[in-house]
């Protein structure tokens, strides 16, 4: 049974900096891609940053610059550094082991706030 747990979420100014860890059980993580989605409050999920098996990084154009993706297979986990801060950037932030197109594990959530 494939789990995946968030942590590092919280409340932050405008301009600070936050770090989501996304750890990964019951599956071979290095053997897939891992994602990290966001859901601004009364909007759709959306795609934040992908990380491939090889290390090859996809963001979205609203965090380029700002937000980096990262993985350690030796600890099965993915990460999100969050630079610069927005208030835009306030979501739950989930993780997701992809599978496919379309197709995946998600994390539970993690809430980010981020003050004006």
């Known amino acids: 049974q494939v789990q995946l747990v968030e942590s590092g979420g919280g409340l932050v100014q405008a301009?600070?900096?936050?770090r989501l860890s996304c750890t990964a059980s019951g599956s071979i993580f290095s053997n897939y891609a891992m994602g990290w989605y966001r859901q601004p409050p009364g909007k759709q999920r959306e795609l934040v940053a992908l990380i491939g098996t090889a290390g090859t990084t996809n963001y979205a154009d609203s965090v380029k610059?700002?937000?980096?993706?990262?993985?350690?297979?030796?600890?099965?986990?993915?990460?999100?550094?969050?630079?610069?801060?927005?208030?835009?950037?306030?979501?739950?932030?989930?993780?997701?082991?992809?599978?496919?197109?379309?197709?995946?594990?998600w994390g539970q959530g993690t809430q980010v706030t981020v003050s004006s």
Do not use: H, W
């Not at 301009?15 to 936050?18: E, P, V, Y």
């Not at 610059?65 to 950037?89: C, H, W």
């Open 65 to 105: 610059g700002r937000f980096t993706i990262s993985r350690d297979n030796a600890k099965n986990t993915v990460y999100l550094q969050m630079n610069n801060l927005k208030p835009e950037d306030t979501a739950v932030y989930y993780c997701k082991q992809q599978r496919g197109p379309g197709i995946g594990y």
């Open 15 to 18: 301009g600070g900096s936050l």
